[in-house]
């Protein structure tokens, strides 16, 4: 899959910086921040809203019909609301693969650069108090890595990956070659499951968001993670939803509604365990026969 840069896309500002270092975002320049990074860009578009809560957003895989980058997937249901808005482009896309779970390639540790620039950003948010990160599917992957780096930042993770090694082996390998040489993950020095992480005790809030009726995430992905952090189920708010078979995403109402709600608690990780689709005690068994009846009742 080739990709090619094209920032016309997108009707904003355009701003360069020359390295990570030199990187300084001004409260008055809103638009697309391009960074130099190796022989490419790290690519940033920036809204600062004068609000207390910083929404940072990273895209999933980019399907066969966008040929161009970088891309700065969120921004139609983002648009009204009352946060500051950060949306990352995955460097990954100049090695021409589609996928690349925000971690980096051989000559770019993105895992290590990616806080310290997203730091950089915050400093100059002047009204900014809460962090939260989001993503979907592989952008989901990142949202959890992330957001793990900043205690007392949230997570929201739609149908996420939790350990890339038991994702699609296609688009693994794709990854693989593109970025490490075609290392076996295993031996590819970039962290590619977060299940060990967060087996541990953890500084951040995680609000996860899963289709019950995706055959694969479920159990590869869900389960290990709710049986991992078990001891600190009360971190994790689960929205399980039925949105039909497969890899299928929550409805734009109820994605819109959940950041409105985590943006209107200032904070308060309580006013989002009492809303009534937040799940914080069910365990890996439960949701598991929850999603198994729900799949049986397509056949």
Known sequence: MAFERALSRYDINHFTHPSLNALTIEASQPGIHS????????????????????????????????NTYPVFQGLTITQNLKCNLIFVSDPVLEMNTNLGWYAGDTLRRLQDDLPKALSKVLTNFRSHEHLVFFGPSGGGFAALYYSRLFPGSWAISMNPQT????????????????????????????????IDSYRKDFRNHIIYVQNLGDRTHVPRHLLPFLE???ENRSKTALFAGKWGLGHKPAPGRILSEIFRQVISSNGNWNSITSLQDADVT??????????????????
């Open 228 to 230: 991992a952090t078990q």
């Open 282 to 299: 069910s365990t890996a068994s439960d949701i598991s026969s929850r999603s198994q009846k729900y799949i049986k009742s397509f056949s």
């Open 163 to 194: 350990d890339i090694s038991k994702y699609s082996p296609r688009a693994v390998d794709s990854y693989l070659n593109a970025a490490w040489r075609g290392l076996p993950i295993e031996k590819a020095p970039f962290h590619h499951s977060i």
């Open 35 to 66: 960074i130099k990074y190796g022989s490419g860009n790290l690519d940033f578009y920036v809204e600062n809203k004068d609000a207390k809560t910083t929404l940072v957003l990273f895209h999933a895989a980019v399907p066969p019909r966008v």
